[in-house]
């Protein structure tokens, strides 16, 4: 396999139950220190595919490798200590803890590390919003406020590719271009994004690349800009008509 992808999904097929593949061979690939986009409508499997990837959803056939290493029936936890990290769109945050104790779950139990009050500091660092906040119960914060605390978490485990289902779901505007500076500084750290979004404009604006899926297949791939151009995504996902012909 390349040694410039970080992650290389091939011919995969997936789903929640025998009866029923949501994933209906899907190949792509992220190479590193990209940032790539995931669209398509409600139901293409966006959200599924992150979850087989991270070993959350069974995969049928099909290849899924971090880094060149298989993750095909790899357990989540050993996903995590391989390099790989996945913030969900919803329930993402302990609401009755505190900023830090959530953040703080994110450091891996039992691997040795004794910094892992260097690396809270230095999401502090990152996030200076949550430093602000560090013992306000993570329930009473704003919606993008708890995007950062999910993706603080998250980077604790210090992952070379980091997987963000919908991180704008929800946001106000402002809260939405925020979440998204911070991912950029994300990537400038040498961290790798895959990002399922619905609005595809903040993020493909931030992006290498896109890719729009459909009934479980990638019907649709190219560069960050060449996707913005283009009359079909307009149409989709970006309020815009098609060009006439």
């Known amino acids: 396999m ?9 011919d995969l097929v997936a789903g929640y139950t025998p009866e029923l593949n949501i994933l209906r061979g899907i190949t792509l690939h992220v190479a590193r220190g990209e940032i790539v986009t995931l669209l398509g409508p ?3 499997g966006k959200s599924t595919l992150m979850k ?11 290849a899924v490798q971090l880094f060149g290493r298989s993750l095909v029936g790899v357990p989540t936890h050993q996903v995590v200590r391989r ?17 830090q104790e959530n953040v703080e779950l ?4 039992g691997d040795g590390r004794q910094d892992a009050g260097e690396d ?32 603080a978490r998250a980077l604790m ?4 590719l980091l997987m963000l289902d919908e991180p704008s779901a929800g946001l106000a505007p402002a809260l939405v271009q925020m979440v998204f500076d911070k991912l950029r500084e994300v990537r400038a750290l040498g961290v790798t994004l895959l990002i399922v979004e619905q609005n595809a404009r903040v993020s493909l604006a931030i992006s290498d690349r896109g890719l729009v899926l459909a009934e479980g297949q990638v019907r649709l791939s190219g560069g960050a800009a060449e ?14 008509r098609e060009a006439s012909t």
């Open 157 to 160: 485990a210090r992952p070379q």
């Open 42 to 44: 409600n139901g293409a």
């Open 83 to 99: 390099g790989l990290a996945y913030v969900p769109q919803t329930d993402n945050v302990f609401v009755r803890l505190s900023v």
């Open 2 to 10: 390349n040694g410039s992808l970080a992650l290389q999904v091939q």
């Open 120 to 151: 809270l500091e230095r999401m502090f660092t990152l996030f200076p919003r949550l430093k602000e906040r560090r013992r306000q119960r993570a329930g009473t914060l704003s919606g993008g406020e708890r995007q950062m605390v999910a993706v």
């Open 52 to 62: 087989a990837v991270a070993g959350l959803v069974p995969v049928r056939s099909g």
């Open 227 to 240: 996707l913005l151009d283009s009359p079909e995504v307009g149409a989709l996902f970006m309020g815009t």
């Open 106 to 109: 994110g450091a891996p139990a």
